[in-house]
C-alpha cells in the first residue's frame, strides 16, 4: 500500500513493513505510548516497538508490504466502529488509531478457535491498514445470523459480532472428515473479513517439499 502525506502528517506502522519512502520523510521508533502498549502489541503479535513517519515538506510518499502472499485491507475508523483482528494483522495506520492487545474471554474458544487467545483490537479515528493471508471474502451478519469457519480462516470481524466455538457433529465426520475437530462459528450483527491461505497451512503444504540436510 502506497500513502500519500502533507506536511506535518504522520503515519505509524509496525516494524519492518516499511518498502520505500522519498527523501522528505523523517522515521522516529518508539513504543507508542509507553512500555506497557508496547509488550501488549508484542503479546498480540505484532513488534514492541513501531516506526513514525513524518511528512517533513511538501508532498510525501511511503510504501508499505505484507509479510506474506495476500491482501493489504484499509479500514476506516470514525471513533464508533471497532475491528478485532487475528495477531499479526495490523500492518500501518495514521497515528490517530490505536493499536491494543485484545483477549477473548473463553476459555474454549481461545484454545480451540484456532486464532489464539490474544488478537488484536483497531480503533479510533482514521485509516488503518491490515494485512490478512490468501483472498479476502467478506460478510455482512445480520443480528443473530450465523457463520461457520473453520477455525483460522477468520481474519478479523467487527467488535458488534461475537465469537465462540463448536465441535464438528458425528465421530466418524471429526475422525475422517479431515476438517478437524472443532469449528469457529461468528454469530452477527457486524461485517467480517475470511482469509483463504491462512499462513499456517501455506507451511503445511510445502513442508513435504522442503529438503532435509543430513
Known amino acids: 500500500v502506497i500513502c500519500t502525506l502533507q506536511e506535518g502528517e504522520t503515519i505509524k506502522n509496525e516494524t519492518g513493513a516499511m518498502s520505500f519512502m522519498t527523501s522528505g520523510m523523517k522515521m522516529e521508533t518508539n513504543t507508542g505510548g509507553g512500555p506497557l502498549k508496547g509488550l501488549g502489541r508484542a503479546l498480540s503479535g505484532d513488534s514492541l516497538f513501531l516506526n513514525f513517519f513524518t511528512a517533513e515538506s511538501?508532498?510525501?510518499?511511503i510504501g508499505f508490504s505484507a509479510h506474506s502472499p495476500g491482501k493489504i485491507i484499509p479500514f476506516k475508523l470514525d471513533g464508533t466502529n471497532t475491528?478485532?483482528?487475528?495477531?499479526?494483522?495490523?500492518?500501518?495506520?495514521?497515528?490517530s488509531v490505536e493499536v491494543e492487545i485484545f483477549f477473548k474471554n473463553k476459555?474454549?474458544?481461545g484454545i480451540f478457535g484456532g486464532e489464539g487467545f490474544i488478537l488484536q483490537r483497531i480503533s479510533g479515528n482514521g485509516i488503518a491498514f491490515a494485512e490478512f493471508d490468501g483472498h479476502v471474502v467478506e460478510y455482512d451478519l445480520k443480528a443473530g445470523q450465523q457463520i461457520i469457519v473453520d477455525s483460522g480462516y477468520l481474519a478479523a470481524?467487527?467488535?458488534?459480532?461475537?465469537?465462540?466455538?463448536?465441535?464438528?457433529?458425528?465421530l466418524k465426520n471429526a475422525v475422517f472428515g479431515g476438517e478437524?475437530?472443532?469449528?469457529?462459528?461468528?454469530?452477527?450483527p457486524g461485517h467480517i473479513w475470511l482469509q483463504t491461505m491462512p499462513i499456517?497451512?501455506?507451511?503445511?503444504a510445502i513442508r513435504p517439499y522442503i529438503p532435509t540436510g543430513n
Open 58 to 61: 511538501g508532498t510525501q510518499q
Open 83 to 95: 475491528i478485532i483482528g487475528q495477531k499479526n494483522a495490523f500492518l500501518a495506520a495514521e497515528d
Open 107 to 109: 476459555l474454549g474458544t
Open 157 to 170: 470481524m467487527e467488535a458488534t459480532c461475537q465469537m465462540d466455538i463448536q465441535t464438528v457433529p458425528g
Open 180 to 188: 478437524g475437530i472443532f469449528n469457529t462459528v461468528i454469530t452477527g
Open 200 to 204: 499456517y497451512s501455506v507451511a503445511g
